[in-house]
Each structure stands twice: as C-alpha cells, then as structure tokens.
C-alpha cells in the first residue's frame, strides 16, 4: 500500500524551460542583492541616505518578479496547474492568519514546502508568489515588505523541488530539516532587509553604508540575536514538526491529486 | 457632468497612483507640520471615499502599525542609540556591553534632540505605511486584479481563485463537521484536526480538478500556436532575459557606485525595466483576453492621479528649492517652517475626496 505511494513520481506540473530557469536564476541574483543590500551599498550611493531604498527596491522588485513569472508561464500552463495554484494558494491564505505574530509560529510553509515537493520546482515558485500575494489581498496586507516575503517564499517553493530523489522515512526527514533551514533563513533575510527602517541610522547597531562588510554583520548579527531570533527559531521549529507530523499524509493526499490530475 | 457624481467605485489603480504619490511625499521630509498634513489628507480622503467592504477595514489596522513604528523608532533610540543634543530629558547610566560587542553601549542620557529626531524618523516611515494603506482600504484587490498585465494572465487567474476560493473553505469546514456529527463522532479538540482537515484538503484538491476541466471546457488553455513565430518568440525571450539582466546589473551599480563605472547605476537599471516591460507587453499581445464589465478610466480617475503626483512633485521642487524647510531644524532646535510647493502639492491631494463620484454605499461581492 505505502509502497505504491512512494515509488510512483508523477511529472512536473509547470515544466521549466531552459528560458526560464535563466530568469528564475538572475531573479535569484537580483533577490539576494534586494535582500542584503544593507551589506552591500557604499557610502556615496543614493540608498545609502535611507529615504530612497524602499521606493527603489519596491519599484524593481515587483517587476523582477512579475517578468519571472511571466517567463514561467510564457507558452501557456496546463488549466489544471493553474486551478491547483489557486486553490493550494486559497488554503495557505486562510491558514496563514492562525499562526501570524504568535511566537514566530508560521502555518504557510510546510503546505509550500510539501506542494514544492510533490508538484516540482517551478510550481513551488509560482505558489509561493501567489500564497503570499493572495492572502496579503484578502487581509488587506499590500505594502513595501509584500515583494520581499513573495520573493522569499517563491524561493522556498522553489528549492523544496530541487531536492533529492529519497522515499519514506529519509524523505520526510529531509523535507523537515529543509523546511527548518528555510524558515531560519527566510527570517534572518527578511531581517536584513528591514534592518534599516526598523532601526533608524543613528542608533550603535545601525546600518554604517559602506562601512566594512564585517563591522555592518557585526552589528547586524546584534540586532537579529537580540530582537528577531526567538521569531525565526519558532518559525523554523514549527516548520519542521508540522512536516513531520502532516507530511505523510498530506503528502499522499497531493500525491493522489497530482495523479488524478496528470499534467502534461 | 451629473454622470460623473453618479455613486461609482474609482479605478482601483488610480488610488493606488494617488496613495504611491503621497508616500514619495512623506518618504521625502522629516518636517512634522508636512508629515502631519499628509496624513490629514490621507485620512480625510479614507473616510470620504472608503466603502464598506473588509479590505476597507483594514485601515485602522495600518494606523496602528504606523504608531507601532513610530514607538519601535524611539525605544531603539533609548536602548541603543546615538544620543545627541544640548537639553536633557531624562539622566540615564550608559551601560558598555563586554567585547565581543564592541562599540555597543546601553542607555546614556537622552536629550531632546535626539529623541525628537528618532519619533520624526519613525513618524517619516509610519506614514508612508498608512498612506500604503490607504490605497488598500479604498481599492477593491479584487478589480485590482484585473488590471493585471495580460502577460500574467493565468498566474492572476490563479490569484482570482485563490481570493475566492479562501471564503469557500469555511464552507467546506461546515460540510465535513456535519458529516461527521451524522455520523455520530462529535469529538472536539486536537484528535479531530487531522480527521477534518484531510478531507477538506481533498475536498478542495477534488474541486480544483473540477473546475479546471470548467476552465478547459470554456476555452480556456485552448491557446492557439504563437502568432509571432520564432523571430517574435526570440524578440520576447531576448528583451525579457536581457532586461532581468540589466536590472540585476543595474542594482548592483546603484548600491555599489565606487566599484562600478558611473553609467551602471540608475541608467542600466532605468533600461532594464524597460526592457522588461517591452518583452512583457510584446508577449501580451498573443495572448487572447476577454473583459467582462471592464473598470473605465474617466475624467475622476485622471484627477485622483494627478492629484498624487502634484503632492510627490511638490516635495521633490521643495526638497531642490529650499531643502531647510522640508527637514525638522534640530541642531539648534526651532520651530519648523513650511515648505510652500511641498504644502500646496499635499492640499491638492486632498482633492479626491471632494471631487471623484461617491462611493456606493452597498457591499459588492
């Protein structure tokens, strides 16, 4: 019975061609930029006063995303992908709120991480943009931190697809160990990216731009320690004990499904 | 002109243009007689023109986030930061954290300056949240959602089921405990989780195969052989590529302008979002959409945008013209003056709740 379940691997539901995959990788580069730009900018840059960073970066980073999910989905996806993006995104959204705030408690994602998995890697990547932009919708949630969760989770899906062939036990160790190292360093990302306007530039922890690389994660390694830590180890503690308590049957549940469904 | 006071619901993009306006304003000065006018006209244009739907609800929660902000600022400032200024407010120890934190110190006396300067910072950023949220509280996300680009039209698709699948789940809920009441297991508390939310994930896994084959069944996916051919499809994939590109090459050289030549900063980056747009727009066009009730753009909508952009447009001639006006004087401390273009832009802004239709008063679905 569980062997069926296991052995059987059902095709891809997005394929990603090579196009593609450039652009998800440049987006990639462009993200890590985006997200540690505090270590990165140099004293004489325009982002280094503060007031222009959230403008800028909140201008590119929506297109950066919206031509990525464009090249996904250049030359059509199969209907039944797109109806399995909506409703999965549809079940994030409403269990997103009964874990948000509370002690770093985040209910999003295991299911991101467990639909990467069955459905593959660019799937994980379109539903973690739509998860996140769907439920910011519905709790009226839009602002200039949306693009950097959509970029983070999008790339959360992602990875969780380029995982290893494993079965049984050792796979949903390994999906749980990954869903605690990508919450702990979905949290420590977003951190840094906010790290300046959390803080203001003139406190001893601060942002210095362009001060050595070593001082600036000297001083942001205080301010995630201290204040954000406890968030992001809840967060990487519940990923992993929700995948191995959920995992084997949501794991079939999707499985079934992606079955049923069988993408072209 | 009576067409136009006829109860409508605006553009959603246009309050989006209007809202982005004024955040570029308050983004651009510390001044508190500014920064408390923009969030005046914010505040007066929501309450004029908001609907009763429960996105429009959601803007007290952006108000509390904005003070929240505003109170995080200042308790960094007592905690960690750098104390400055003549008139003491409150003595307190400075506490020198052992090495392995150098150059970190606790506490130390906190003057007047400083602790104005750090609630004017938060105060700067808080309202440019609450002007964000403005836009949400007055646009509806779901109309939004079909101003779309068409170049992303089946990954909106996805978000419009998604926003409207959300609801249904509670119904799904409904459905499963009272099948299980029927049968006869009424058990609460944790045991019953797994044995409710499995079959709703199924139930809702089920649905989505059901209304894909609805989507196929009606046209959808049923997408014609690109008409542009390969030089086309390599027109598209090339100015997209390329411009993802340049603007992750274009974002390298406006963070870092000493290592790089001048033209890679905002230049290349200017290019590759232009590029993108054009490969975006070029592959928009093969793909075949058809509107049902289209939103229209009238005289209001244009206004509604102008008036946002007068208000950003207005801070940017302040912050060239006079650039001592649009900060708060605190090195000596005195009273702030007020930015004339910055001041008229903001009180043009305000325009939008006198002059666009107003909003019907019945709750959409």
């Known amino acids: ?264 | 002109m009576t067409a136009g006071r006829l109860p409508r619901s605006l553009h959603p993009l246009a309050w989006w243009g209007w809202a982005i306006g004024l955040a570029v304003a308050a983004s651009l000065t510390t001044n508190p007689l500014l920064l408390a006018l923009i969030l005046a006209v914010v505040w007066l244009v929501v309450v004029a023109r908001r609907s009763d739907s429960p996105w429009a609800r959601a803007f007290r929660l952006y108000v509390i986030l904005g003070i929240v902000i505003v109170v995080v600022r200042i308790f960094w400032h007592v905690l960690v930061g750098l104390k400055f200024g003549t008139i003491k407010v409150l003595p307190l120890p400075e506490v020198a954290l052992p090495s392995w934190a150098d150059g970190i110190n606790l506490f130390g006396t906190i003057y007047l300056e400083g602790w104005i300067g750090a609630a004017l910072q938060g105060a700067k950023l808080g309202i440019l949240v609450i002007a964000i949220g403005g836009a949400n509280a007055l646009a509806n996300p779901k109309r939004l959602l079909r101003s779309m680009p068409h170049a992303l039209h089946e990954v909106g698709t996805a978000v419009v089921v998604s926003v409207s699948v959300a609801p249904q789940l509670a119904e799904s809920v409904q459905r499963v405990l009272r099948a299980r009441l029927l049968r006869g297991q009424s058990g609460r508390g944790l045991r019953a989780v797994p044995q409710v939310a499995l079959p709703v994930l199924q139930d809702t896994l089920d649905r989505s195969l059901m209304l894909a084959s609805a989507m196929e069944s009606r046209g959808y996916g049923s997408r014609r052989e690109a008409s542009s051919g390969a030089a086309g499809r390599l027109a598209i994939g090339g100015s997209t590529l390329i411009g993802l590109l340049a603007i992750a090459f274009g974002m390298y050289g406006v963070l870092d302008p000493t290592r790089t030549p001048g033209w890679s900063g905002v230049p290349v980056l200017v290019l590759g979002m232009l590029l993108a747009f054009g490969g975006m727009a070029l592959g928009g066009r093969e793909i075949r959409v058809t509107r049902y009730r289209r939103d229209p753009w009238r005289w209001a909508e244009t206004v509604t945008v102008l008036a946002g952009v007068a208000a950003a447009t207005g801070a940017v001639l302040s912050q060239q013209a006079t650039p001592a006006l649009m900060v708060m004087p605190l090195q000596p401390l005195a009273a702030p003056g007020l930015p004339i273009l910055a001041t008229v832009g903001v009180l043009v802004a305000a325009l939008p709740a006198f002059v666009t239709p107003p909003t019907p008063k019945v709750r959409a679905r």
């Open chain 1, 1 to 264: 019975m569980t062997a069926v379940t296991e052995t059987v691997r059902t095709p891809p539901a997005i394929r990603l061609r090579p196009r593609s995959t450039v652009a998800i990788a440049v987006a990639a580069v462009a993200a890590l930029l985006a997200f540690c730009w505090p270590l990165l900018v140099s004293a004489d840059s325009v982002l280094a006063t503060n007031t222009a960073a959230p403008l800028i970066l909140g201008l590119v980073l929506p297109v950066v995303l919206a031509v990525v999910l464009f090249e996904i989905s250049e030359g059509g996806l199969d209907p039944k992908a797109v109806a399995m993006l909506g409703v999965l995104s549809a079940v994030g959204a409403a269990i997103r709120p009964l874990g948000a705030g509370t002690a770093g408690l985040e209910t999003v994602f295991f299911l991101l991480v467990l639909a990467g998995r069955v459905f593959g890697a660019g799937f994980g990547f379109v539903l973690g943009a739509t998860t996140l932009f769907g439920s910011a919708l519905i709790t009226g949630g839009v602002g200039p931190w949306l693009p950097y969760q959509m970029l983070g989770a999008s790339l959360v899906g992602l990875l969780a697809g380029l995982l290893p062939r494993a079965t049984g036990r050792v796979e949903l160790l390994m999906l749980a160990a990954y869903g605690a190292f990508a919450g702990l360093l979905y949290g420590v990302l977003q951190n840094l990216s906010f790290w300046p306007y959390n803080l203001g530039e003139d406190t001893s922890i601060s942002f210095v731009p362009g001060a050595p690389l070593l001082e600036n994660l000297q001083h942001f390694a205080v301010f995630t320690v201290t204040t954000a830590l406890g968030w992001d180890l809840g967060r990487a503690l519940t990923n992993a004990v929700l995948i191995l308590v959920t995992g084997p049957a949501i794991l079939a549940t999707l499985r079934r499904a992606a079955r049923k469904a069988a993408f072209r």
